[in-house]
């Protein structure tokens, strides 16, 4: 049972670019979310999804976006990579947000120049 | 996170102290208050939640009381030990949010020994 997990680890891009970070789980959770960690501002809900074929916005939805195809799998696009993306981001599932622990992966560091 | 206040934004206690992080929440409607700890460089993890039903729970050396009619929740940590080092997190499912768990921006808890 590997929880969540996260690729890549580590990824630096240039302004302009796209990428796609990827995220999945083998608890067979229906909630996935992704999170951005900045100093100070906590964890901030970008996008989240309650199902397969179901996704809805966050906090700071703006130059990202989801898609879920499958129950494991949630990944998070930026289409034209910003300086403002540099961020630690988290994926996160549960069974619900309101019943029981969010497991989170172990993040992406993201640097875009 | 929006909502959702958190204070301190950093606590420094001696070691053996007791610690006590509150957070503030705008929604009457919520009924779920988890309490995630950061250790530096690692995922946020779950360490205790509350639900509306209940006033106070404990585990170990860690407690949560709420007080709905005031709409705060507080997370105390007694004989503080140096492991207890992190930043936490307090979060809220605000109705108007739906679906969406939304964190406070945390606090830096330091444990000098």
């Known amino acids: ?113 | 996170g929006e909502n959702v206040e958190q204070h301190p934004s950093t606590l420094s206690v001696q070691e053996g102290d007791s610690a006590v992080i509150k957070c503030t929440y705008s929604d009457s409607a919520s009924n779920y208050f988890p309490w995630y700890k950061q250790e530096l460089g690692k995922r946020p993890q779950l360490i205790i939640d509350i639900r509306s039903n209940v006033g106070e729970k404990k585990d170990q050396r860690i407690a949560v009381t709420l007080n709905k009619t005031a709409k705060h929740f507080s997370l105390h940590i007694t004989e503080t030990q140096p492991e207890d080092s992190a930043v936490y997190f307090c979060a809220a499912i605000p109705r108007e949010y739906g679906n969406k768990l939304v964190f406070g921006a945390g606090t830096i808890l330091r444990v000098k020994s």
Not at chain 1, 87 to 95: E, G, K, Q, T
Request: proline fraction near 6%; charge should be neutral; aromatic fraction near 10%.
């Open chain 1, 1 to 113: 049972n590997a929880g969540v997990t996260q690729t890549p680890k580590f990824q630096v891009l240039k302004t302009g670019q796209s990428m796609t970070l990827q995220c999945a789980q083998d608890m067979n959770h229906e909630y996935m979310s992704w999170y951005r960690q900045d100093p100070g501002m906590g964890l901030r809900l970008i996008h989240y999804s309650v199902g397969a074929g179901i996704t809805d916005q966050g906090e700071v939805p703006n130059g990202y976006n989801v898609s879920r195809s499958t129950t494991e799998d949630f990944p998070l696009r930026l289409l034209s990579a910003a300086p403002s993306q540099t961020s630690v981001y988290f994926c996160a599932s549960s069974y619900t947000p309101s019943r029981g622990e969010q497991y989170f992966g172990p993040g992406t560091r993201l640097t875009v120049t």
